[in-house]
C-alpha cells in the first residue's frame, strides 16, 4: 500500500447529474476526510470520519452531498443533482488516529469534477 | 471559527532564502503544519509545530509562537523545484485541520 488512492482521477458531468467519487485511505488509517479546493484557493474541510462513524460535516455543505465509510476502509462521496459550482478538486486525506500526533494528513491525488 | 492569514505570492531567486509567515485565529489550538502543493498535485506535508520554536526539516524550517497565533515557513537555498503553493493548516480541537489560502512561490532563475 503505497498512499491514499482516490477514483474517478476526473469527471466530467452535465449538470442535475450525481457523480460518486472514491477514496482508499492508507489501510492502517482510521480517520478519514473528505476536502474540497478550488483554483487557487486552500484545501475546505467538507466532513471527516473516524473508523465508520462519521463525526463532523460542515456546515457549508449543501445536502446534495453525502458520505459513507461503510466497514471503516474505503470511503465515497456522492453529489447529487450536481451544480456548476461544484466544479473542484475533490480530496481525500487520511491519518493514524491514536499514535502520535504529528499534525501530518495524508493526501489522494484527488478527483476533478467538472460540471457543464 | 477559524482563521488564517498568508500571503498570497512570494517571488524570490534560485539560492535565496525565503519566509512565508503565517498568522491564524482558532479555538482549540494543537499546532501548525505547513503543506506544499504543485499545480495538478496533491498537498505533501512539509512540518509540523506543536510547541513553541523552530523546527529543522533539511532545507525547510517551520516556527510557532503560540502567544502571538503565528509560524513562517523558511525556505533555504531554493531550488527551482521550489516553486509550488505553500500553505499553512492549524490542527484545532485535536482531529480537525483548517487550511489557508496558500502562498504562490515563484522561484526565479
Known amino acids: 500500500d503505497t498512499g491514499v488512492s482516490q477514483n474517478p482521477r476526473h469527471k466530467i458531468t452535465k449538470r442535475g447529474q450525481n457523480v460518486t467519487f472514491r477514496c482508499d485511505p492508507i489501510?492502517?488509517?482510521?480517520?478519514l476526510y473528505w476536502y474540497r479546493q478550488t483554483l487557487g484557493q486552500g484545501p475546505e474541510f467538507l466532513t471527516y470520519f473516524q473508523n465508520e462513524a462519521q463525526l463532523e460535516k460542515s456546515r457549508l455543505l449543501s445536502d446534495r452531498f453525502s458520505a459513507e465509510r461503510p466497514k471503516g476502509s474505503f470511503s465515497t462521496l456522492e453529489i447529487q443533482r450536481t451544480e456548476q459550482g461544484d466544479s473542484a478538486m475533490y480530496l481525500c486525506?487520511?491519518?493514524?488516529?491514536?499514535?502520535?500526533?504529528?499534525?501530518?494528513?495524508?493526501f489522494g491525488e484527488g478527483s476533478r469534477l467538472t460540471v457543464l | 471559527g477559524q482563521s488564517l492569514e498568508q500571503p498570497s505570492e512570494v517571488t524570490a531567486v534560485e539560492g535565496a532564502i525565503v519566509q512565508i509567515n503565517c498568522t491564524y485565529q482558532t479555538s482549540g489550538f494543537y499546532g501548525l503544519s505547513w503543506y506544499q502543493q504543485h499545480d495538478g498535485g496533491a498537498p505533501t506535508f512539509l512540518s509540523y509545530n506543536a510547541l513553541d520554536g523552530l523546527e529543522e526539516t533539511g532545507r525547510f524550517s517551520s516556527f510557532l509562537s503560540r502567544s502571538d497565533s503565528y509560524g513562517y515557513l523558511l525556505l533555504q537555498e531554493l531550488q527551482m523545484k521550489d516553486s509550488a503553493s505553500y500553505f499553512c493548516a492549524v490542527q484545532y480541537n485535536f482531529n480537525k485541520f483548517y487550511f489557508g489560502s496558500g502562498t504562490k512561490l515563484n522561484v526565479k532563475p
Open positions: 489501510s492502517e488509517h482510521n480517520r
Open positions: 486525506a487520511s491519518s493514524l488516529a491514536g499514535g502520535e500526533n504529528t499534525g501530518e494528513l495524508f
